[in-house]
């Protein structure tokens, strides 16, 4: 019996023994189905135009959870399944892509794989809380760990293991150890070549006090072991070797001091051997650090917050991971994330990085009209990874916007202009000139998202985002493009919605092309509620790829043509 069956039987024995309690067992479930027929570009060469290699993939979440009292027991199962995507030749079936690697044993079909992809036992009261199976942690802002679910950008990696949390009197002690499981399939993206997890080891613990006059504290260490092989391990790597990182840092947070509410965090990051490569070959005996801190205070009409960072080394904790898709460290950025590009995702991610933001809220009319200004100015000392430039940058990054809310209008519009001015003694231009002002990145972008009512019953909603790109001088030079995304929105209620996107783009980075044209993509939605209960979407049509990010973590999302329909539903 395994220890999550053991724990279960436990919780139905415990309730037959004390009638006195009468607690009800409970099931939900929720499941998500979705169902994509992709178009490709790919043809036959003769016949000419025959679109052989479009395919059926099919992709089902189903979470369940069964709750008594204080216990539950939770899970996820995750199924994929390709369809079209076969062929004979000489006689012999061939698929024409693999749903998984050679090295994941899968007892289902060719086409199809599933998983129990997250279970865990849970016991929560107010003063415990005790996990074994699939957790998330995340200390602090997230720079020493960081490991939650992500689903804006498909990122649901969790540490299967064990974590507990005590709240004795006025302080908060988590601890937590396990083996990372990083989701293998894909909701929202395309599934093909699954491979085995990465079982790389995290051990970490906080302990947090409360109350402190004004002031709540707290300190934490943090401990990683990662794994170039698939497959189980025995907790870290090899029992008795040291871990490839140790992180420890402290927070405080200070309330209403001089009018201010105050936050600081530093983490001090160990390396202890030579698996995770640092940006520079002179930087891999040195430690890393980080701090972040925050200041928010409210004179009159107007908020005011001030951020400051100051990053080195610190990502070279997620430096194997950029294969898997997902971080364990995530520090804050303080970038505008609507408008990350191919070269600011790199400033996002840079290991040698400090600057600050501040911004500015102006209370015109309250809960009503708030515009605001923010400024951001970071000096990026990194040139590897991900960079363009070849010398050091200072970025400075201003953007203003406006919040308008009134009865069944609401506005939100952001518009900002940033310029990344390269170091004298760049790389130079066919000329043999040094870059100068003239040769700095630039961007100019704005959003909006606005509401409105439409007649009597209906509401209508507008979502409009748009960038002009100047690239600065690069080693390999690229081309200045112009992206606009638009998507428009008629509603009834919450039973009924149909939208029309469209996006425009450029760019030559952009790994897709349009289904109207080249440059442009065009899609429709309709969205059914039948019940609260119950979502039906059937989209048609194409959106291109680009980069995505939420919550300081950056990916790079492929684009889609074909046909998609879901269901998703609680009962």
Not at 122 to 137: H, N, Q, W
Not at 296 to 301: C, H, I, N, V
Request: charged share 20%; glycine share 10%.
């Amino acid at each position: 019996m395994t220890p999550l069956l053991f724990l279960f039987s436990s919780l139905q024995l415990a309730n037959a023994a004390e009638d006195e309690s009468k607690e009800k067992v409970t099931t939900t479930f929720n499941d998500d189905f979705e169902i994509r027929y992709y178009v490709l570009e790919d043809r036959l060469p003769d016949p000419g135009d025959v679109p052989v290699f479009n395919y059926v993939e099919q992709v089902n979440r189903l979470n369940a959870t069964v709750a008594s009292g204080a216990w539950a027991l939770e899970t996820q199962v995750d199924e994929v399944a390709l369809f079209a995507n076969q062929y004979r030749l000489d006689g012999e079936l061939r698929a024409e892509r693999s749903i998984v690697s050679d090295d994941l044993f899968s007892p289902l079909p060719d086409f199809s794989y599933a998983t129990v992809e997250k279970i865990r036992a849970r016991y929560e009261k107010p003063s415990v809380v005790f996990i074994v199976g699939d957790t998330y942690a995340a200390f602090g802002r997230g720079i020493a760990l960081n490991l939650n679910r992500n689903v804006d950008i498909d990122i649901d990696t969790s540490i299967q293991g064990v974590k507990g949390l005590f709240r004795p009197g006025a302080w908060d002690v988590t601890m937590v150890a396990g083996q990372l499981n990083r989701q293998q399939v894909f909701q929202d993206n395309v599934n093909g070549e699954i491979y085995g997890d990465l079982r790389h080891a995290v051990g970490g613990a906080r302990v947090e006090r409360f109350g402190l006059g004004p002031a709540n504290i707290g300190a934490h260490g943090v401990a990683y072991d990662f794994v170039e092989e698939p497959g189980w391990k025995p907790g870290f790597e090899e029992l008795g070797t040291s871990p490839d990182a140790v992180i420890g840092g402290a927070t405080a947070e200070v309330m209403g001091v001089a009018g201010i509410d105050w936050y600081v965090e530093t983490d001090v990051f160990g390396f202890t051997s030579d698996t995770l490569p640092a940006s520079r070959p002179q930087q891999e005996d040195k430690p890393g650090y980080a701090t972040y801190a925050s200041a928010a205070f409210y004179p009159g009409k107007t908020t005011w917050l001030v951020e400051g960072k100051r990053y080195f080394q610190a990502e070279r904790v997620n430096s194997l991971l950029a294969p898997e898709l997902y971080e364990v460290v995530v520090a804050p950025t303080l970038e505008y994330e609507r408008q990350i590009t191919e070269d600011s995702s790199a400033t996002v991610n840079s290991n040698d990085i400090w600057g600050g933001r501040v911004r500015m809220d102006y209370t015109l009319k309250p809960g009503e009209f708030i515009p605001y200004v923010s400024q951001a100015i970071f000096r990026d000392l990194e040139l590897g990874g991900l960079h363009f430039n070849e010398t050091p940058e200072t970025v400075a990054h201003t953007v203003i916007g406006v919040e308008y809310l009134r009865d069944e209008f609401s506005a939100l519009i952001n518009a900002g202009y940033r310029i990344d001015v390269r170091d004298n003694g760049a790389s130079r231009d066919e000329r043999g000139a040094l870059p100068g002002p003239d040769d700095s990145d630039r961007q100019l972008h704005g959003d909006a998202a606005i509401r409105f009512p439409v007649g009597a019953i209906l509401a209508g909603e507008a979502q409009v985002a748009a960038e002009v790109y100047q690239w600065g001088v690069n080693p390999f030079q690229q081309q200045d493009y112009v992206e606009i995304e638009t998507g428009w929105t008629l509603q009834h209620g919450s039973a009924v919605a149909l939208t029309w996107y469209s996006d425009l783009t450029t760019n030559p980075l952009v790994n897709s092309t349009g289904n109207l044209t080249e440059a442009l993509y065009g899609a429709a939605e309709l969205q059914v509620k039948p019940s609260p209960a119950w979502t039906l979407k059937a989209f048609y049509g194409a959106y291109k790829a680009g980069i995505r990010c939420s919550g300081g973590q950056c990916r790079l999302l492929p684009g889609f043509e074909g046909t998609r329909f879901s269901v998703v539903g609680s009962f």
